[in-house]
């Protein structure tokens, strides 16, 4: 097999989804992207020393690192590069899309200098840490075959032009809704259960199912109770067996479920109150505006829609460890959220633009393929990909230089924002 053909092959691909993502941008911006995505693809690795050797430019790395980190510093490029991956994404949101959100971190442990740092809860040491909050949005099928990343910003509750982590939240719904003409259901563990949510969401007539806390106060029959205690007392329509393997051990599940109708207080729309018992001590509970009937189908949808979150705490790790994000080390603000938007693209690109098109399948499988795994290919094969993408690339020394020198003029008519 040709490696080196394939190789090449891919350089042109991963150059012509930076063309389409920075779309309207000037030139030595475009050039920017260009480099930005290619780099973490080949290298696995958002430091710009990295990316700068995988650039195999005839200067000296310190040259190719400096003007990177200059391009990197434009304070509006998070926003272009952020609407454009949307832009991209918006043909496959359909109205039976999932859009899964969560809030994750960025752990700096030992960093000083990082500006704007703030305590984070390190999800990987479960203990807290000085690092940078990100909020992460994918789309997904009622089956999770498919991810599309769409969306990443990383936020600290330190920097000035932070307002509150609900508003960064309704900020990231808005942004995709605008665009996405509002389709999508939007899945969202407890961290989701806030009242200023719940009201922007129903103001807006997003569709939601957000998993509660024990002590959220519902309305039913009249009164409003914890719904923990609507759950306990929860009729169960049906029974449901699943299997979940616990320290390689297989262990059965039996889930009961059941629903009732409720309404959030001070608020007049029908809601349903979804109840699976079985998997802990506590009932697991999800309230949605979706219609539910009494049947097995229509009850089981909605819990297999919520199994499916799985799929973006996946897509989290998959950008620490596939482009090794906590291991960022840019000094300023404006730098680590662009390089944020910039790693969220690469992970589009790897998911989307190679993964779906048809006229690609072929590459992509070859991808697969070159992937360097004992085990196989796992179910989430965005890390398998990766590793391919990198093990194809790494040893290219030519880089993008041939593919930028044919580089067409930048558009005479640019992005209004652009300064």
Not at 347 to 356: D, E, P, Q, R, W
Request: charged share 30%.
């Amino acid at each position: 097999m040709n490696y080196t053909k394939i190789a090449s092959k891919l350089r042109e691909q991963i150059f012509g989804f930076s063309g389409e993502l920075s779309q309207g941008l000037p030139k030595v911006v475009r050039r920017f992207v260009a480099e930005i995505v290619f780099g973490i693809q080949a290298r696995g690795s958002v430091r710009l020393t990295e990316v700068g050797r995988a650039l195999g430019e005839e200067i000296a790395p310190k040259k190719t690192e400096e003007r990177l980190c200059r391009q990197l510093g434009r304070p509006w490029l998070e926003e272009a590069i952020s609407r454009r991956i949307i832009r991209l994404a918006a043909p496959r949101i359909h109205e039976d899309t999932l859009l899964m959100l969560d809030i994750s971190d960025v752990s700096k442990k030992y960093a000083q200098k990082m500006e704007y740092l703030a305590r984070v809860r390190d999800g990987s040491e479960k203990e807290l840490a000085n690092g940078y909050w990100t909020l992460n949005v994918i789309g997904t099928d009622s089956q999770g075959a498919n991810v599309i990343p769409l969306y990443g910003r990383l936020f600290s509750h330190t920097a000035p032009d932070h307002k509150s982590e609900n508003e960064e939240i309704r900020e990231a719904i808005r942004k995709i809704a605008e665009v996405t003409k509002g389709q999508g259901t939007w899945i969202m563990d407890r961290g989701g259960d806030r009242d200023q949510l719940f009201d922007y969401v129903l103001d807006n007539r997003h569709h939601f199912l957000i998993r509660l806390r024990a002590d959220r106060g519902l309305e039913a029959n009249g009164q409003v109770r914890a719904a923990l205690a609507l759950a306990q007392t929860c009729p169960t329509l049906f029974y449901e067996t699943m299997t979940k393997i616990e320290d390689g051990k297989k262990r059965i599940l039996r889930l009961e479920c059941g629903l009732r109708r409720v309404r959030l207080p001070g608020r007049a729309e029908v809601l349903t109150l979804v109840v699976v018992k079985g998997f802990g001590d506590e009932p697991l509970m999800m309230l949605t505006d979706l219609e539910v009937r009494r049947s097995r189908k229509s009850l089981w949808h909605m819990i297999s829609y919520y199994l499916l979150r799985w799929r973006i705490e996946e897509s989290i790790r998959f950008h620490k460890q596939s482009y090794d994000l906590e291991d960022i080390r840019l000094l300023t603000y404006t730098r680590l959220q662009n390089m944020m938007a910039l790693v969220t693209a690469a992970a589009f690109c790897a998911a989307v633009y190679l993964g779906l098109r048809l006229r690609l399948r072929v590459l992509v499988r070859h991808l697969l393929r070159a992937s360097k795994r004992l085990f196989g290919i796992p179910d989430f094969r965005l890390y398998a990909l990766a590793d391919g993408i990198r093990n194809l690339l790494y040893s290219q020394t030519k880089g993008l230089k041939t593919l930028l020198e044919k580089q067409p003029p930048a558009p005479l008519q640019l992005l209004l924002f652009v300064t």
